[in-house]
């Protein structure tokens, strides 16, 4: 009787048991931030930024580095990966991608400002503790500062859920994104053309057929349409700002809250971005001190 050889390859081993020691020794010394160029680094503490990032949390610290970070851009989902830092290890695997500022995810949770590696120890994201930030946005961020902005933001099936009426003109809540720049619209494809793009640059979108070429601006945080009246809001719905004209016929002050736009009632900030993206007359109605006001905008 003939015995029956079956050769197993070693790599099969590693992936069912991979060895992230080497990676360890690697990144051990990587303590409160990540070093991405020879003066700047990464951390997640908000503490002398020179430049800080609200959509991802990312600070950016000035710094001495004699190493830094090189990342690596194309990991797979289900691939072993490791949140690092000096005197921790947290090993599992390639969950979920990040949709737009939102951390892609790995089967166990990452310590905050660690590096995470895969198996050949390529450095491919930032541990925010939830998640990590992959490496184009921090290589992006850390470059230019900002985020690329078209007036439209969509959702994950490229469905237009806001926009700026005043920049990109023609549109409605709801139209799809076919294509950016000729390619397949996908969330990847808006952070890569859209996000991760500079000021200035062009952009082609499709968009239910018809094509539209758009200019990126810097993206703002909590920006709304109402700053091109003047009048600034804060997450909570608060009047930040506004212009002394608006002050004096109104005698509104900061502090107000918007309550309804177009008599369509508003909770969240994500429901003001909504009811402002149209081209119709706007009314925005405010309570002050227990007061309601209407006032109209255009």
């Known amino acids: 009787m003939k015995k029956l050889f079956v050769f197993i390859p070693f790599f099969l081993f590693a992936s069912v048991y991979p060895d992230f020691r080497p990676c360890y020794l690697k990144y051990s010394y990587i303590k409160n ?28 610290i000035k710094a001495k580095n004699k190493k830094t970070v090189r990342f690596f851009h194309n990991p797979k989902l289900g691939w072993w990966i490791a949140g690092i830092k000096k005197d921790e290890i947290y090993v599992g695997n390639y969950a979920k991608k990040g949709v737009f500022f939102l951390p892609s995810r790995m089967s166990v949770k990452p310590p905050k400002n660690s590096v995470v590696a895969d198996m050949f120890c390529r450095a491919v994201g930032i541990g925010n503790s939830e998640g990590f930030i992959d490496g184009g946005m921090i290589k992006h961020f850390v470059r230019y500062g900002y985020w690329g902005d078209i ?3 969509v959702d ?10 005043f920049y990109a003109k023609g549109l409605e809540i ?6 950016i720049n000729a390619k397949k619209a996908s969330a990847g494809m808006f952070k890569r053309y859209i996000l991760e793009n500079i000021s200035g640059k ?7 057929g018809k094509k539209y070429m758009l200019k990126i601006r ?27 004209k608006l002050k004096k016929i109104y005698f509104i002050k900061e502090g107000a809250k918007i309550t309804e736009v177009n008599k ?14 149209t081209y119709k007359n706007v009314t925005i109605t405010l309570l002050q001190e227990g007061i309601g006001l209407t006032i109209p905008l255009r």
């Open 202 to 208: 062009k952009v082609t979108l499709k968009i239910n």
């Open 156 to 165: 994950e099936n490229m469905k237009i859920v806001s926009f700026d009426p």
């Open 151 to 153: 007036g439209i933001e």
């Open 33 to 60: 931030s990540v070093p991405v160029t020879k003066t700047k680094s990464v951390t997640f503490n908000k503490q002398n930024c020179l430049n800080y990032d609200p959509f991802t949390g990312m600070c950016i």
């Open 218 to 244: 810097k993206k703002q945080y909590l920006y709304t349409p109402l700053e091109k009246y003047g009048i600034k809001v804060n997450k909570d719905l608060t009047l930040k700002s506004l212009p002394e």
């Open 264 to 277: 369509i009632k508003i909770k969240t900030f994500e429901d003001l971005k909504k009811a402002l993206s």
């Open 174 to 179: 709801g139209d799809k994104v076919q294509k």
